[in-house]
């Protein structure tokens, strides 16, 4: 694997066979759709604003998916389409571009708007992308306007992130710089990235961008010298894009736990030169304080069966890190879409045990969970009532999203979040 090399002081993980059995599965489905990431991308880059275009129920889902967070001055709204847009009795462009300007005008700080589209507005096939160039025109350089779908068809809750990032890639500025620079990909908290910042920095990376970025006008340069590192192993869409811009991925395992960490900064390390004794300064200490903070959950959690229900994406690298730095047991591991080629270096990682499935046959899959009856069962809100209704533990999927996973400070909060549910129920049966 191109992401683990052998170096002084970085053990080598024994690795299996990636070209495992996957059961397909094509059946019903309990998943959010891709509006759900505007929870978390809204709070990373602070001057954008999301104007989802939908009905309702977006609106609904909106509210009750934020509702723990909503403040003031929320940056996203929904354009309610009523049934006369709906049945094109009015132009729905004529009032889109009414609420964008109110919107602009009442909230002179959105240095960045995005139309987002759903079901309702690409059923009636409302061009979201031609909106926005037309906004573009009136708004811009102020603010810059852009598009992308978080539509409930066929996705999952996290590639709205996926197809929000896309969307941006075209408006990052051009590399001009011929020395290679990195770009670090996917949302992360900030106290992670500025973690993970200072790493880089210690082991001699200098040049470092982040996609998103914080602010709408840091937006960071991309072209043939840019080589970038998914954080988020659910980023296809943003990575086929970075690609078409001359950028080229650093394969790696995901930055979740002590192991996947080390992982994921040595494969930057590797590609940009790092002497390796200066690799282990930088992290030999950091690596040692999440290898301390994980030795009291696992001491708890060894031993514990574990079931994916296929819902984030992050299955898989969360299976990887559970299994292998907490000793948990794998029964089966679901997720939405298997991405072959970016998770080659965590399915190398997978103990054999696990059976990996792909796709979704929600009541066959819960015939399944049932009969192994797993001592967690990872999976969406919509499942997650009815199988502690049976006596289940379950762990919503959707908090691996919320809260600061990735890197070696995060590592014990990781783990603790699997932990949690046990000590609660055993505390209930005392
Ligand atoms: Fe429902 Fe589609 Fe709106 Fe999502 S985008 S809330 S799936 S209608």
């Not at 919509?382 to 996973?405: D, M, Q, R, V």
Request: proline content about 7%; overall charge negative.
């Amino acid at each position: 694997m191109s992401g683990a090399a052998a170096s002084p002081g970085v053990a080598v993980p024994s690795v299996g066979c990636a070209e495992r059995p996957v059961l397909r599965e094509r059946g019903q489905r309990e998943v959010f759709c891709g509006l759900t990431g505007i929870v978390w991308l809204h709070r990373k880059i602070q001057d954008a604003f999301f104007l989802v275009v939908g009905s309702r129920t977006c609106a609904h889902l909106m509210q009750s998916a934020a509702g723990v967070m909503i403040f003031a001055e929320p940056r996203f709204a929904t354009a309610v389409m009523e049934e006369r847009d709906l049945a094109g009795l009015a132009d729905a462009n004529e009032e889109l571009d009414a609420a964008v300007s109110r919107l602009i005008e009442r909230r002179p700080d959105i240095r960045m708007l995005f139309l987002v589209g759903s079901c309702p507005s690409e059923v009636i096939k409302l061009d979201l992308s031609r909106a926005a160039a037309r906004l573009s025109e009136r708004y811009a350089p102020e603010v810059r306007i852009l598009n992308y779908s978080g539509s409930g068809i066929e996705t999952t809750f996290t590639q709205g992130e996926d197809n929000c990032l896309a969307a941006l890639v075209p408006a990052l500025p051009e590399a001009e710089a011929e020395a290679p620079s990195l770009l670090v990909v996917g949302a992360l908290a900030d106290v992670v990235e500025d973690q993970f910042a200072r790493l880089f920095a210690a082991m001699g990376i200098g040049n470092v961008g982040f996609l998103p970025p914080r602010r709408a006008r840091d937006l960071p340069p991309v072209g043939p010298s840019t080589r970038f590192l998914l954080a988020q192993p659910f980023l296809g869409e943003t990575a086929r894009a970075l690609e078409e811009r001359g950028a080229s991925r650093i394969a790696a395992p995901f930055p979740l736990g002590a192991e996947g960490t080390t992982l994921w900064l040595k494969a930057a390390a590797d590609s940009f030169g790092t002497d390796p004794m200066r690799f282990r300064a930088a992290t030999a200490a950091a690596e040692a304080r999440a290898k301390r903070a994980l030795e009291p959950f696992r001491a708890e959690l060894a031993g514990r069966s574990l079931f994916f229900f296929p819902d984030s994406q992050l299955e898989i690298p969360l299976a990887r890190m559970l299994s292998r730095e907490l000793g948990m047991r794998l029964t089966e591991v679901g997720t939405p879409y298997l991405h072959r080629r970016h998770l080659a270096e965590e399915l190398e990682l997978l103990p054999d045990e696990a059976s990996l499935s792909e796709g979704q046959d929600v009541d066959r899959q819960l015939a399944r969970a049932r009969e192994l009856r797993p001592d967690i069962a990872v999976c969406g809100l919509g499942l997650a009532n009815p199988l502690e209704a049976e006596g289940l533990t379950t762990k919503w999927s959707i908090e691996l999203l919320f809260t600061p996973i990735q890197g070696y400070e995060q590592a014990g909060d990781l783990a603790s979040l699997f932990a949690r549910p046990l000590d609660r129920k055993t505390r209930l049966r005392v």
